[in-house]
T-cell receptor, first 118, second 117 residues
Framework: AQTVTQSQPEMSVQEAETVTLSCTYD???????LFWYKQPPSRQMILVIR??????QNATENRFSVNFQKAAKSFSLKISDSQLGDTAMYFC???????????????FGRGTQLTVWP | GAVVSQHPSRVICKSGTSVKIECRSL??????MFWYRQFPKQSLMLMAT?????????EQGVEKDKFLINHASLTLSTLTVTSAHPEDSSFYIC?????????????FGPGTRLTVL
């Protein structure tokens, strides 16, 4: 079974500062995807960033970047230049790569509530 | 692109009635859709995986006769909560899988808040 652990239930950061959210996972799979989703107060789940396990290069999307350590099974999210709109619940998620065309299920962590204050 | 809609966004019903929630992928075809339930301040709990043209696969502990899922087309899946009771009150979220260029991603609908009186 796959498990995803987010050890920080809550975090806060001042606007324009940098914050890192941690995530670890446990799997026996070699090929998989990792994701960070955010869920703002509207409760719409929004994809922030994704990482393919076979890629050594860390994914980046503007102010968001990850530190993917495959051997350590660690997948942290760094948010640079934090903005008030970044306030949300952040979920780390794992997906096995299925053979064929059908997507696999997502395994979510418990989430980290990030608050960005002025 | 990759927009998923859900309807209704919120519904209030009386105990014992049935409620249908629709999930649509608006600009792509989704062979697989997923239904989640989320309690306040908690993570998403997968209820079932819905494949177009076949029966849904339910997670352990989810009653398939209570939560009916129909994936009638590549862009529409429905969840019907039958004989709803107050304990079914929750936030229900669907997602649709998009497979394009080797990049597999799930896109989520905005959710439906169900309140059973």
């Amino acid at each position: 079974a796959q498990t995803v652990t987010q050890s920080q239930p809550e975090m806060s950061v001042q606007e324009a500062e940098t914050v890192t959210l941690s995530c670890t996972y446990d799997t026996s799979e070699n090929n998989y995807y990792l994701f960070w989703y955010k869920q703002p107060p509207s409760r719409q789940m929004i994809l922030v960033i994704r990482q393919e396990a076979y890629k050594q290069q860390n994914a980046t999307e503007n102010r968001f970047s990850v530190n993917f350590q495959k051997a350590a099974k660690s997948f942290s999210l760094k948010i640079s230049d934090s903005q008030l709109g970044d306030t949300a619940m952040y979920f780390c998620a794992f997906m096995k790569i299925n053979r064929g065309s059908t997507l696999g299920r997502l395994y979510f962590g418990r989430g980290t509530q990030l608050t960005v204050w002025p | 692109g990759a927009v998923v809609s859900q309807h209704p966004s919120r519904v209030i019903c009386k105990s014992g009635t049935s409620v249908k929630i629709e999930c649509r992928s608006l600009d792509f075809q989704a062979t697989t859709m997923f239904w989640y339930r989320q309690f306040p301040k908690q993570s998403l709990m997968l209820m079932a995986t819905s494949n177009e043209g076949s029966k849904a696969t339910y997670e352990q502990g989810v009653e398939k006769d209570k939560f009916l899922i129909n994936h009638a087309s590549l862009t529409l899946s429905t969840l019907t909560v039958t004989s709803a009771h107050p304990e079914d009150s929750s936030f229900y979220i669907c997602s649709a899988s998009r497979l394009a260029g080797g990049r597999d991603t799930q896109y989520f609908g905005p959710g439906t808040r169900l309140t059973v009186l």
